[in-house]
């Protein structure tokens, strides 16, 4: 590895220290010679003083990923280990998720200070996901540091092919492993890293399916865009009196239904759009007194936000019909690119479009094993919002 005194130089068209660790390739000079994806380098500002030490990629938008402001430090395979080891640290000794789970987040990206870096655990699986060339290049610092601390673990690692080709890097497609049987608050839950979406399940929610089903407890139960049932099986495991769950799916209903067989609960899993669904329950009369709805991510596409709040905006407004007065809803959204006070906007807009009182109770996000920086708002991208409707 290179010492910091032979790195290149990157120099910004500013006098101002960024805000952000990412960096525009707007905001910088171009290097007179080419430098590789991922190549480490030092940052100046628009007077020469140092501003920083990261990741140098001239192909891609965001062209600097910077990971410490310390001149003294070395970005190298032991910077990597200490940050891991910080990471780890945080989950197993502050928020003592051994005794919850098996299942968490080991890296959370910028909010471990690894620009970059995805790791989720699944039991004795570690996923790995890339999403920078300059992270890609220590992968075999990264692997080393992750079996220094979860010895015999199985390895799995990927990079999605739009990151690939925006950040320069060739991550090469691997088997998926055998999927797992992971444990939360005392259920069990089928997981199958590395098969698509159908991974069945998804740590960042964990909190908040135990909150729901605390206040669920004898009540009907829908949950919508289900996936593989989570907040449903915790809800009757908790005493909600019925519990259905609604998925477009079929694949992922059948590990739905696994998931309260193993938990030896009653769920009814439909498969079915759930606008379909909704309106016909509107016109049977049902109602449910606790509802959760959980879309996936509606879009990746800055110019598509509109679209996606307006899509929010609609099937938020129709759950509403099938919730009676006092009834509770819980509505999510992943998709970062929606802030949370549009989202907040969008329910103000669907409560006026309904005629009806919506008392927000809580706003929550992932769980603490996905840690925000505050310089980096936008890696909170779910928004968990708990109201009772009247």
């Not at 940052?43 to 140098?56: E, H, P, S």
């Not at 509770?328 to 906007?345: H, M, P």
């Not at 329910?347 to 706003?363: D, F, P, S």
Request: include cysteine; aromatic fraction near 8%.
């Amino acid at each position: 590895m290179n010492t910091p005194a032979e790195l290149p130089v990157i120099r910004l068209k500013t006098d101002r220290t960024p805000g952000h660790p990412w960096v525009w390739s707007a905001q910088v000079h171009k290097p007179e010679s080419r430098l590789p994806p991922g190549s480490v380098v030092d940052v100046a500002d628009a007077k020469n003083r140092f501003v920083g030490r990261g990741f140098w990629n001239g192909h891609a938008r965001i062209a600097l990923r910077l990971l410490t402001a310390d001149a003294s430090e070395a970005i190298d395979a032991a910077w990597i280990a200490a940050r891991i080891d910080r990471a780890v640290a945080l989950r197993r000794e502050l928020l003592q998720l051994d005794t919850i789970t098996d299942a968490w987040r080991v890296v959370h990206s910028e909010g471990d200070g690894l620009s970059g870096l995805i790791v989720d655990r699944y039991d004795d699986i570690l996923v790995i996901e890339y999403f920078a060339a300059g992270m890609w290049k220590f992968r075999e610092a990264i692997h080393a540091a992750l079996l220094s601390q979860f010895p015999g673990a199985r390895l799995y690692w990927f990079a999605e092919s739009h990151v690939q080709k925006q950040e320069s890097f060739d991550c090469r497609a691997m088997d998926a492993p055998t999927p797992v049987e992971v444990h939360e608050h005392g259920l069990r839950f089928h997981a199958a890293p590395g098969y698509g979406h159908k991974t069945g399940f998804f740590a960042d929610q964990r909190e908040n399916r135990r909150r729901f089903a605390e206040w669920s407890r004898g009540r009907r139960v829908l949950d919508l865009c289900c996936n593989a049932g989570g907040f449903a099986v915790h809800a009757i495991a908790a005493g909600a009196r019925e519990a259905v769950g609604v998925d477009m799916d079929a694949g992922i209903l059948d590990i739905a239904r696994a998931n309260a067989a193993a938990n030896n609960v009653a769920v009814r899993f439909e498969q079915a759009d759930i606008f379909d669904w909704l309106r016909q329950a509107v016109a049977r009369g049902e109602r449910y007194d606790a509802v959760i709805l959980d879309p996936a991510k509606l879009t990746r596409d800055r110019t598509k936000v509109f679209d996606a709040l307006k899509k929010y905006f609609a099937m938020n407004r129709l759950a509403l019909d099938v919730i009676p007065p006092g009834g509770l809803l819980l509505t999510c959204s992943c998709t970062g690119l929606v802030s949370e006070a549009d989202f907040l906007e969008m329910l103000r807009r669907v409560a006026l479009n309904a005629g009806r009182e919506i008392q927000i109770l809580e706003v929550r996000g992932a769980g603490a094993d996905h840690p925000v920086r505050a310089d980096v708002p936008e890696s909170r991208y779910l928004k968990a919002v708990f109201c009772r409707v009247d």
